[in-house]
């Protein structure tokens, strides 16, 4: 069973940025293709970002895409999202998952998921 366990949320001001991580348990990141997703209020919950498990190969939803960047460091079995430029509807609950497949599609669903960090953004 891993846990992931996501931090780094907050209130944050329009234009700003934060840096999430996602830890992961009993060093099993280097295992795993990781993604970021977000619920906002009211709203369905929706894919922000992937990383394959080598990470060579990352996803992005257009919304986010050259604010946002995923990144994973297993030697610190962490995984990351910078948040740059940051826009108020950018607010949400943000989720960590992960799977153990070696790339991420959109067909499949996690198997793994951290309870998820607020992130608040103002304008």
């Not at 891993?2 to 840096?19: D, F, N």
């Not at 009993?26 to 977000?38: H, I, K, P, Q």
């Not at 509807?89 to 951290?114: K, L, N, R």
């Amino acid at each position: 069973q891993v846990q992931l366990v996501e931090s780094g949320g907050g209130l944050v001001q329009a234009g700003g940025s934060l840096r999430l991580s996602c830890a992961a348990s009993e060093r099993t990141l280097s295992r795993l293709t990781l993604a970021w997703f977000r619920q906002a209020p009211g709203s369905e919950r929706e894919f922000v970002a992937a990383i394959s498990r080598s990470g060579g190969r990352t996803y992005y939803v257009d919304v986010v895409k050259g604010r946002f960047t995923i990144s994973r460091e297993n030697a610190k079995n962490t995984g990351y999202l910078q948040m740059n430029s940051l826009r108020p509807e950018d607010t949400a609950v943000y989720y960590c998952a992960a799977d153990f497949s070696a790339d991420y599609s959109e067909s499949h669903v996690m198997d793994y998921w951290g309870r998820g960090t607020l992130v608040t953004v103002s304008s």
